[in-house]
């Protein structure tokens, strides 16, 4: 993965309890976007699409210039989203799913990560591809 330079014209995104947009230059609200749960979890970007994992485990896609919702999936017990080559990759509990950027679920798999303790947080990575850093501040 390497970093691209976003378009001239693309928000600046804040993540609470909502997702909102903001123009860069003014600082004018643009967009908002209400999830299921109380905050976000995870997301990443591709392309002109934002998805959005909140803490009830529904991955929201929207347009990230409008904030337009193109789909909307329960997945149950997914904690954790990343994107690599082309495909949305979840974790949680004892769940791994993998998705097409349309939302559809390719795979699901239950494998158990030992995630007895309270304090254990899911983590994912592909060789030479993404990872997913476990976030230990977030519990």
């Not at 908002?32 to 803490?55: A, I, K, P, Y």
């Not at 929207?62 to 082309?86: K, Y």
């Not at 007895?116 to 899911?122: A, F, G, I, Q, V």
Request: a negative charge; one cysteine or more; aromatic letters at 8%.
């Amino acid at each position: 993965m390497s970093y691209r330079e976003p378009p001239a014209n693309a928000p600046l995104i804040l993540f609470g309890s909502k997702v909102v947009a903001v123009d860069r230059a003014t600082g004018k609200k643009l967009w908002e976007h209400s999830t299921d749960g109380r905050l976000v979890q995870s997301f990443v970007f591709e392309g002109d699409r934002l998805f959005v994992l909140d803490d009830l485990s529904v991955l929201h896609c929207l347009v990230a210039n409008t904030g337009q919702s193109m789909a909307r999936v329960e997945l149950e017990l997914i904690e954790r989203i990343m994107l690599d080559e082309g495909r949305l990759y979840g974790v949680g509990g004892n769940w791994t799913i993998a998705l097409d950027l349309d939302g559809r679920i390719l795979w699901k798999q239950e494998i158990d990560l030992d995630m007895s303790s309270e304090h254990s947080l899911p983590g994912m990575a592909i060789p030479g591809g993404a990872s997913l850093a476990v976030d230990y501040s977030r519990r």
